[in-house]
C-alpha cells in the first residue's frame, strides 16, 4: 500500500466543527433521539412520586407491557419500487383536517409533572395542527388552555361527577369556550390500584417528607418551578388533600350508564367520543347509540390491570364498527412505527399520553415539541420505507400482528 503525508488542502472538509448549542435544554432535549431517551430524560429531572405517578400503571403493570410488547411485535412488510418522494401523514378526524395521525390525550394534574404543564401541551399541539385533550382533572382552566390555543383544536375530557349538574356545567363551559369534541371517559368507574403512589405515599398535593426532600437534591429545576408558580391544584374540581384514588372514588359517579351516555350526547353541540371501550361488544352499543368515534382504550394500564391489548382488539373492532364511526386508540405507543401500525390496521386515529409527559418532563413546552417531532420523524420515514405516501395508502397487509400471547 503506498502512504503519503495528508495534505492541508484534503484535511480541510474534515475539519468543521459543529457550533456548539448553549441552552442546556436544546443541547439536552436534541440528544433525545426517541421517545424512550426523553423518558430516561424525565426521570432524572423529576422528583420520583411524580415520575412515578406518570410511569406507572395499575397493579402489576401488566395491561402496559403487554401494550407496548404488542408493537414491539409488529412485523412491517414493504411495497418496493413506489414514488414516496413525498409524504402526506394529514387526514380528516371528526370534521376537520388534522396534520398528523395522533393527538394529545388527556391526562390528570399535568402542572405536577412540569410547571408549564397543559399549556405546553396545548400549544405545541396547535403549533403541530393536532388536536390536544384538556382533561377534567387538568390544572389550567378550560377558558385558559382555550385562550393559549385559540387557533387550534380542543377536546374536552369529561368523567361524570355524582354532582351531574357541576359536571355538566363544564361541558357548557368547554362547548362556549370552542371546544370541538366531548370526550367521555367510560373506564373509571373507580381508580385503579396504582401501587407506585400509594408505595412513595404520593398525594395531591405532594407534600414533603423526608425522603422527598432527599429525592428533590439532584433535582433543583422541578423544585424551583414549583415553588415559584402559580400553586399546584386542580382547575376545575375542589380543592383536594388525599391521594388520587380517593379524590376518583368521591367524586366519580360509577352509576353512569349507556343511557347516560345519550343524554350526555345530546347536550354538547359538537362530536362526541368515547374513552376506555374494550371489547367489539360495546363498541358496537357506542355504534348504535350514535356517537362519532370510540377510543380503544385501556386508560395506558391505570384501571384494569390485565385488560385487553388495544392494538390485539382493533381489526374485530374496525371490521364490526369501522364503517359508522371513527376507531382511534391509545395505549402503549411508544413511536411513531407503533402509531403507523395502528393506522394500517385501521385505526383512524391514535392519542399519546405517557409519550408527551415524559417530553414535557424532560424540558417543558419544547420537550413536547420534541416528542412530536421525534414521532413525525418516525411515522413519516416508516411509511416512505413502506412504499406508501399517504395515510390512507396504509392497509392490514402492511403489518403482520406477531402474537405472542392469544386466548387458548
Ligand atoms: C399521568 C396520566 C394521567 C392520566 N389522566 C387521565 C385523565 O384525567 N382522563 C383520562 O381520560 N385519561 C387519563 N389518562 C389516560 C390517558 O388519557 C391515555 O389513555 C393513556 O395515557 C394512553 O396510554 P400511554 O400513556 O401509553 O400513551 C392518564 C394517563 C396518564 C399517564
Known amino acids: 500500500m503506498k502512504r503519503q503525508l495528508p495534505k492541508r488542502r484534503d484535511l480541510a472538509p474534515l475539519l468543521t466543527f459543529k457550533k456548539p448549542t448553549l441552552s442546556p435544554k436544546q443541547r439536552r432535549l436534541a440528544s433525545a433521539l426517541t421517545i424512550e431517551d426523553l423518558r430516561r430524560i424525565a426521570k432524572r429531572r423529576t422528583p420520583r412520586p411524580a415520575f412515578d405517578y406518570t410511569d406507572g400503571a395499575a397493579d402489576g403493570e ?11 411485535d409488529v412485523q412491517f412488510n414493504p411495497a418496493i419500487l413506489r414514488d414516496v418522494s413525498k409524504v402526506d401523514t394529514s387526514r380528516e378526524i371528526l370534521g376537520s383536517r388534522v396534520a398528523l395521525p ?13 410547571t408549564e404543564g397543559e399549556i405546553a401541551g396545548a400549544t405545541a399541539a396547535a403549533a403541530a395542527g393536532i388536536p390536544y385533550s384538556l382533561s377534567t382533572m387538568g390544572t389550567t382552566s378550560i377558558e385558559d388552555v382555550a385562550a393559549a390555543n385559540p387557533l387550534g383544536r380542543n377536546w374536552f375530557q369529561l368523567y361524570m361527577w355524582k354532582d351531574r349538574e357541576r359536571s355538566m356545567a363544564l361541558v357548557d ?7 370541538d369534541t366531548l370526550m367521555v371517559t367510560v373506564d373509571v368507574p373507580l381508580a385503579g390500584a396504582r401501587l407506585r403512589d400509594v408505595r ?35 382547575a376545575s374540581l375542589d380543592s383536594w388533600s388525599g391521594t388520587v384514588a380517593d379524590l376518583l372514588d368521591t367524586m366519580f359517579d360509577p352509576t353512569v350508564t349507556y343511557e347516560d351516555l345519550a343524554w350526555i350526547r ?4 359538537g362530536k362526541v367520543s368515547v374513552k376506555g371501550v374494550q371489547s367489539v361488544a360495546d363498541a358496537r352499543r ?8 370510540i377510543v380503544l382504550s385501556n386508560h395506558g394500564g391505570r384501571q384494569l390491570d390485565r385488560a385487553p391489548v388495544p392494538f390485539h382488539l382493533l381489526p374485530r373492532v374496525v371490521k364490526e364498527v369501522g364503517s359508522d364511526l371513527e376507531v382511534h386508540l ?18 383512524d386515529f391514535t392519542l399519546i399520553g405517557r409519550a408527551y409527559l415524559y417530553g414535557l418532563m424532560a424540558g417543558g413546552r419544547e420537550g413536547v415539541d420534541r416528542t412530536i417531532e421525534i414521532l413525525q420523524g418516525q411515522i413519516e420515514r416508516t411509511m416512505r420505507l413502506l412504499g406508501v405516501s399517504t395515510l390512507d395508502e396504509l392497509e392490514p397487509g402492511h403489518v403482520t400482528q406477531l402474537m405472542r400471547w392469544g386466548p387458548r
Open 62 to 72: 401488566v395491561s402496559l407491557a403487554r401494550a407496548r410488547e404488542a408493537f414491539g
Open 286 to 293: 357506542l355504534a348504535d347509540v350514535g356517537v362519532d368515534a
Open 173 to 179: 363551559r368547554a362547548a362556549k369556550a370552542g371546544y
Open 330 to 347: 391509545d395505549t402503549g405507543i411508544m413511536s411513531g412505527q407503533d402509531i403507523v401500525a395502528a393506522i394500517a390496521h385501521g385505526a
Open 200 to 234: 412513595n405515599g404520593m398525594t395531591i398535593p405532594p407534600t414533603l417528607t423526608p425522603r422527598t426532600v432527599l429525592n428533590a437534591i439532584p433535582r433543583p429545576a422541578w423544585w424551583m418551578n414549583f415553588l415559584t408558580t402559580e400553586p399546584l391544584a386542580f
Open 102 to 114: 395522533f393527538g394529545i390525550a388527556p391526562t390528570g394534574f399535568t402542572r405536577m409533572m412540569q
Open 266 to 269: 345530546d347536550q354538547w353541540p
